[in-house]
């Protein structure tokens, strides 16, 4: 059973930056894709970025593009998002998700395993 736990968040102005963390564990899995999802108040959930651990390819929501990073730190099992240039647009709730492997990176059923969230909000 893997766990994972999001950190990292917080209230900033537009503009700024944030980092997020994703501290994973109990897993035996040689390869495992890990994702940030959000979710807006009265909006859908999002995926937002995904990092495929074998190959170390990521790929982004087109929203976010050019401004967050997602990244790994393999001896400490931990997958971080950079977010840059915040905007208000990027208030949401944070989860991460893991999955042995995901073919649509952006739906969310593919994921096996979810953290409890993480509060982003920008101020204008």
């Known amino acids: 059973q893997v766990q994972l736990v999001e950190s990292g968040g917080g209230s900033v102005q537009a503009g700024r930056s944030l980092r997020l963390s994703c501290a994973a564990s109990?897993?035996?899995?040689?390869?495992?894709?890990m994702a940030w999802f959000r979710r807006a108040p009265g909006k859908e959930r999002e995926g937002v970025a995904v990092?495929?651990?074998?190959?170390?390819?990521?790929y982004y929501a087109d929203s976010v593009k050019g401004r967050f990073t997602i990244s790994q730190d393999n001896a400490k099992n931990t997958v971080y998002l950079q977010m840059n240039s915040l905007k208000p647009e990027d208030t949401a709730m944070y989860y991460c998700?893991?999955?042995?492997?995901?073919?649509?990176?952006?739906?969310?059923?593919?994921?096996?395993?979810w953290g409890q969230g993480t509060q982003v909000t920008v101020s204008s």
């Open positions: 109990q897993y035996t899995y040689s390869r495992i894709c």
């Open positions: 998700a893991a999955a042995p492997w995901v073919f649509d990176w952006t739906t969310a059923g593919q994921y096996n395993y």
């Open positions: 990092l495929y651990s074998g190959s170390g390819n990521t």
